[in-house]
């Protein structure tokens, strides 16, 4: 496999992890929430994991 359509792949799979973290479903009471986390139990951890996730998310939407 090419370092391109490797670099390709990436990029989808990224897209699609994110599309996941993204997705929101309602409840009957009509509260909003996101049934699919990635989360962890250390507070600096998950500060570190908002960031990279935010940081994937930016990076993808500036190469379009």
Same mark, same amino acid.
């Given at each position: 496999m =090419? !370092? *391109?359509s490797k670099a390709q792949q990436y990029? %989808?799979? %990224?897209?699609? !992890?994110? %599309?996941? !973290?993204?997705?929101?479903?309602?409840?009957?009471e009509g509260r909003v929430f996101h049934p699919n986390r990635?989360? =962890?139990?250390? *507070?600096?951890d998950a500060e570190k994991l908002e960031q990279v996730?935010?940081?994937?998310?930016n990076t993808l939407e500036d190469w379009g």
């Open positions: =090419s !370092l *391109a990029d %989808v799979l %990224v897209r699609e !992890l994110l %599309v996941l !973290l993204d997705r929101t479903e309602e409840t009957d990635i989360s =962890s139990r250390r *507070a600096l996730l935010k940081e994937l998310k």
